[in-house]
């Protein structure tokens, strides 16, 4: 086996591998030492098998759960969900003795045979590869070895704990009604194996069913289609029980898989497209998402058909700490995107874009995670330009610069350049600290970059033969590169000149920003923008024409602050308090990426009269990307009531987001 060619994707020998328990620390250790791109190999009699995901203890080189079935009951009571998953499950060769699942603190109650009722020994061991966060791993034992292609249903009865990473449960405080509890789980990248023991890994796709058991009048959700709703009685008639039945018919990674419970309802938005949302929300969410539709007619017209059929989302509590999660059938969408103009709707056009890319087309692990998140970011724009014009198209563009700028250059201050990487080597760092705009604008960009060599209906060409060819399947970054090639040199006269320019190693290992494509967006609107933030910064008032910044749209509002930011140095709180008597934006700005802008400029120069709305402002969002820079700043000028701040507000805050803003402050 060359494992120097760590780049290469098969690699074929005739080396002797042996799976039993007594060896699968060592082994399963081993293999990860030898991971050196974020994967491993396992070795059989035949050949190297596929390569396996090194954030996953699964044996799914021998053994696939091609379908489960969740059987839940949702406690708010003791904050936990209780119940069974069957596995459905397939070996993959001959002679498998054990299945391996991924875990982290379940309370395991009981393993068997399901249709036998034959109980089987099992074990859990430590799997702590990545840093800072707790997995197991449960091995099963199987009574007898299975034969190829031999299918096995288990049965496994188990609990999770109130602190399971995947799951928050809201208290009726932080709701919009203030009237019931919420739960919701996430599960990107891996914190299912929280919420069940399962093959927690991009790589492994499987139908499921999921029975919801949850008390009235609360409604439960899944990312599955809606089957029955039913009710029955518990404790001698005295609690009424509502029971939901999902299933999801196509297969999906583990990581799609979603739970909500609350105070719930539905309305329409257009002919495919609906919103869940608390009843206190639920028409200004309606409104506020009516594009839904649009945004797929677009896509599709490029694309392929949407092959989900509806498409729902859900405005979730302030807590949640993303823009959006594209789970199938229950879009999540931070209620910052509400905001009463449409103005950053398009969040949902990113996640609608993941039906296509992410969820029918998945990336087999997380360094090939731009496959997922570049090819999105690519439709999302592509949604703007068409829909809202080339202004905004340009705009969001810059903007998306401005983020992979500072992301990039964070990487290298703190000796990370490894993550600046389309495909980067995590070491043992966890997918969650890796995931960044890296993914997202440098995948972007390599994709316009590619649109540029072959031209845009060619690349269009090619976006719909590559989904055709690799639709409900998971593949790597060298699955795209040959069906790119493949279809440059069927299609283009000029092929080899056009494959010959592409240098493939230095866009998927080059460290920092790319310097084969232009990063530099701009236009007569955006120049506007950044004279006016200059005029404030050089004179400390405003022009004549200072008016000129109520007509801008929210991305120009974000262009003027950035320019802010780029001229730090150079900002004096007079400045500050000019635009702030002129444009009232500590009162009145609306947008909550640009009020994040803003209070993150305003810590940072000590203007303490915005302390009191930022403030305001952390304590009603718990979107990381609007709350990590306000930490930040105060970790730059005021670490001591930061923390502080941060330790009064915390309970706000989703677990992924408290990990980062944490890791600031330490």
Aim: proline share 4%.
């Amino acid at each position: 086996m060359c494992i120097r060619d760590r780049y290469q994707r098969r690699v074929h020998g005739d080396f002797q591998y042996v799976m039993s328990l007594w060896y699968l620390p060592l082994i399963i250790s081993g293999a990860l030492f030898f991971g050196l791109i974020g994967e491993y190999y396992f070795l059989t009699g035949e050949s190297v098998v596929q390569t396996v995901d090194r954030y996953s203890a699964a044996n799914f080189h021998e053994i696939l759960s091609t379908h489960y079935h969740l059987d839940l009951t949702i406690d708010f009571d003791k904050s936990i969900l209780s119940g069974s998953i069957v596995h459905s499950f397939k070996s993959v060769r001959s002679g498998v003795k054990i299945a391996v699942l991924d875990a982290r603190d379940l309370a395991i109650k009981n393993i068997f045979e399901t249709k036998t009722k034959k109980q089987l020994s099992w074990k859990v061991y430590s799997f702590d590869y990545i840093e800072n966060m707790k997995n197991d791993q449960l091995v099963i034992f199987f009574s007898n070895p299975l034969n190829n292609d031999e299918q096995i249903d288990i049965t496994i009865e188990y609990a999770t704990i109130p602190t399971a990473t995947a799951v928050s449960w809201v208290p009726e405080n932080q709701t919009f009604g203030k009237d019931m509890k919420f739960m919701y789980t996430q599960c990107e990248a891996i914190h299912c194996r929280s919420i069940a023991p399962l093959q927690d890994g991009p790589g492994v796709k499987s139908t499921f069913n999921a029975t919801l058991r949850v008390a009235a009048p609360y409604v439960a959700i899944a990312s599955a289609l809606l089957v029955s709703e039913s009710q029955y009685t518990i404790d001698d008639g005295a609690k009424t029980m509502k029971l939901y039945e999902y299933a999801q018919h196509i297969p999906v990674p583990s990581y799609l898989l979603a739970l909500v419970a609350g105070h719930i309802e539905f309305k329409m938005a257009g002919k495919r497209a609906g919103v869940y949302a608390e009843p206190k929300i639920l028409n200004q969410s309606v409104w506020e998402l009516g594009e839904m539709d649009a945004f797929m007619s677009i896509i599709e017209n490029i694309l392929t058909p949407y092959a989900w059929g509806t498409y729902n989302v859900i405005v979730m509590p302030p807590s949640f700490p993303y823009g959006g999660m594209e789970n199938p059938y229950l879009t999540f969408v931070s209620p910052s995107v509400i905001v009463g103009d449409r103005s950053s709707s398009f969040v949902v056009a990113h996640e609608i874009g993941h039906s296509w890319f992410g969820n029918q087309l998945t990336a087999r692990n997380w360094s090939h995670f731009w496959l997922n998140e570049g090819f999105t970011r690519y439709v999302e724009r592509l949604v703007i330009r068409k829909l809202y014009g080339e202004t905004k198209y340009i705009c969001q563009c810059r903007i998306g610069m401005y983020g992979l700028k500072d992301i990039i250059n964070g990487f290298i201050h703190d000796k990370q350049e490894e993550f600046t990487k389309l495909f980067p080597n995590a070491y043992r760092a966890g997918p969650d600290d890796i995931m960044s705009t890296v993914a997202y604008d440098k995948g972007f960009l390599f994709l316009v970059y590619l649109e540029g060599l072959i031209g845009t209906n060619n690349f269009y060409d090619f976006l719909r033969a590559y989904l055709t060819t690799f639709s409900y399947r998971s593949l790597e970054v060298w699955d795209m590169k040959n069906i790119f090639e493949s279809y440059v040199s069927a299609n283009l006269k000029n092929s080899t000149e056009v494959l010959k320019k592409i240098n493939w190693n230095k866009w998927l290992f080059g460290v920092g920003m790319p310097d084969d494509v232009n990063t530099e967006y701009n236009n007569e609107f955006i120049q506007s923008a950044l004279d006016l933030a200059n005029y404030y910064i050089n004179h400390k008032e405003g022009p004549a024409n200072k008016a000129i910044y109520k007509t801008y749209i929210v991305d120009l509002r974000l262009i003027f602050m950035r320019q802010l930011i780029d001229r730090e140095k150079d900002l004096t709180p007079l400045a500050m308090k000019a635009i702030d008597k002129d444009f009232n934006i500590t009162y009145n700005e609306a947008n909550p990426e640009v009020a994040s802008t803003w209070f993150r400029l305003m810590v940072k120069k000590s203007c303490k009269e915005a302390d009191p709305r930022a403030k305001e402002f952390l304590s009603n969002i718990g979107r990381q990307k609007l709350v990590v820079p306000i930490y930040a700043s105060y970790v730059q000028v005021d670490k001591s009531y930061g923390w502080k701040l941060y330790q009064e507000l915390k309970y706000k805050y989703h677990p992924i987001a408290q990990r980062r803003i944490e890791k600031l402050f330490n």
